[in-house]
């Protein structure tokens, strides 16, 4: 492919500066003064506005970022209450727990207690009703004696 020529760059002359001279100040008219004043008003107020503006948003931002904090704090003293009372509710259900371990404790301790009375006094029964059964026996095994009856008198 054919590249196309470069054209060569035209050579320019120098020229002479020449110092521009400086411009008398023209006074303004009244009326174009009053214009600027109105002008500088209005940009003061407009900057203002823009302040006041500013300032508005970031109050509503703190505003709202109270908000979240105070909502925040309530759920976290909610949650805080619901653990506590989880706790108490574990606390109440250990000690009544407690209370009927000791009064099974008790009840086994009179139980023991009582089977051994029960022994003692099976044994001791079984003992005096052997003997009172032995001399029944023996009594019986005896001859009997017969006592002679009086007779009336006439």
């Given at each position: 492919?054919?590249?196309?020529?470069?054209?060569?760059?035209?050579?320019?002359?120098?020229?002479?500066?020449?110092?521009?001279?400086?411009?008398?100040?023209?006074?303004?008219?009244?009326?174009?003064?009053?214009?600027?004043?109105?002008?500088?008003?209005?940009?003061?107020a407009a900057?203002?506005?823009?302040?006041?503006?500013?300032?508005?948003?970031?109050?509503?931002?703190?505003?709202?970022?109270?908000?979240k904090k105070?909502?925040?704090?309530?759920?976290?003293?909610?949650?805080?209450?619901?653990?506590?009372?989880?706790?108490?509710a574990v606390?109440?259900?250990?000690?009544?727990?407690?209370?009927?371990?000791?009064?099974?404790?008790?009840?086994?301790?009179?139980?023991?207690?009582?089977?051994?009375?029960?022994?003692?006094?099976?044994?001791?029964?079984?003992?005096?009703?052997?003997?009172?059964?032995?001399?029944?026996?023996?009594?019986?095994?005896?001859?009997?004696?017969?006592?002679?009856?009086?007779?009336?008198?006439?």
């Amino acid at each position: 492919m054919a590249r196309p020529k470069k054209k060569a760059a035209k050579k320019s002359v120098a020229k002479k500066k020449t110092v521009a001279k400086k411009k008398v100040a023209k006074k303004k008219p009244a009326a174009a003064k009053k214009k600027a004043a109105a002008a500088k008003k209005k940009a003061a107020a407009a900057k203002k506005k823009a302040a006041a503006a500013k300032r508005k948003i970031a109050a509503a931002k703190k505003k709202e970022a109270a908000a979240k904090k105070k909502a925040a704090a309530m759920k976290s003293a909610e949650a805080k209450k619901a653990m506590k009372d989880q706790v108490a509710a574990v606390q109440a259900d250990l000690s009544a727990a407690r209370e009927e371990l000791k009064t099974a404790a008790k009840r086994e301790a009179a139980l023991m207690k009582m089977s051994a009375n029960k022994e003692a006094a099976i044994g001791k029964f079984v003992e005096k009703w052997t003997k009172q059964q032995l001399s029944k026996m023996e009594k019986s095994l005896k001859p009997k004696k017969r006592k002679a009856k009086k007779r009336k008198k006439s």
